[in-house]
């Protein structure tokens, strides 16, 4: 059964950098796209960007773009979300999902609750 | 970016009842490349609907998707007590990829 597998949550302090992770089993990493959702608590969906760890192909929304780092390491195939400074406005949920070549979001992780509070 | 606005915010019906939830696009969604997707509290999403009109495997067929272009509809023609939660368009045609606000479908 394919399964993407999230990092635990997290409870930092503003300023502190995070790396979060999505680790897949059961598909070929490689051959697939892997995105990033966030969800604020009570809200809709917000789609961050996705990697493609084949050719490392990263894609960002504009919102994200230059606020968080996607990347993948194909040896563990494993996916990543990361931050340099965290903001309180950070905190939420994150999913990591998988999304086939001309298809939507197939697979999701169970999600990765950040805190970020002083 | 196209911008995807769902309607109505909230949708009170019966169970046995049709729901009929919409999803506009600012501008045409490439493809027709449009999923629905399903939330309940506490959980992950799960896809229903792609390509504007395609089960995804296991979805029931009451659930079923149409449109293309612009509008697009996610219609579940008898609801179950399990199909109580929030729905979510997004395009995956144009990016970045953009979802919809969301339609709760809540219990009257």
């Known amino acids: 059964e394919v399964q993407l597998v999230q990092s635990g949550a997290e409870v930092k302090k503003p300023g502190d950098s995070l790396r979060i992770s999505c680790k897949d089993s059961g598909s070929r990493f490689t051959s697939y796209w892997f995105g990033w959702v966030r969800q604020m608590p009570g809200k809709g969906l917000e789609w961050m960007g996705l990697?493609?760890?084949?050719?490392?192909?990263?894609r960002y929304s504009p919102s994200f773009q230059g606020q968080v780092t996607i990347s993948a390491d194909t040896s563990i195939s494993t996916a990543y979300l990361e931050w340099s400074s965290l903001k309180a406005s950070d905190s939420g949920m994150y999913y990591c999902?998988?999304?086939?070549?001309?298809?939507?979001?197939?697979?999701w992780g169970q999600g990765t609750m950040v805190t970020v509070s002083s | 970016e196209i911008v995807l606005t769902q309607s109505p915010g909230t949708l009170s019906l019966s169970p046995g009842e049709r729901a009929t939830l919409s999803c506009r696009a600012s501008?045409?969604?490439?493809?027709?490349?449009l999923a629905w997707y399903q939330q309940k509290p506490g959980q992950s999403p799960r896809l229903l609907i792609s390509?504007?009109?395609t089960r995804a495997t296991g979805i029931p067929d009451r659930f079923s998707g149409s449109g293309s272009g612009t509008d697009f509809t996610l219609t579940i023609s008898r609801l179950e007590p399990e199909d109580f939660a929030m729905y979510y368009c997004q395009q995956y045609g144009n990016s970045p990829w953009t979802f919809g606000q969301g339609t709760k479908v809540e219990i009257k």
């Open positions: 501008q045409s969604v490439s493809n027709n490349y």
């Open positions: 390509g504007a009109s």
């Open positions: 990697i493609y760890p084949g050719d490392s192909d990263t």
């Open positions: 999902a998988r999304q086939p070549g001309g298809y939507p979001f197939d697979i």
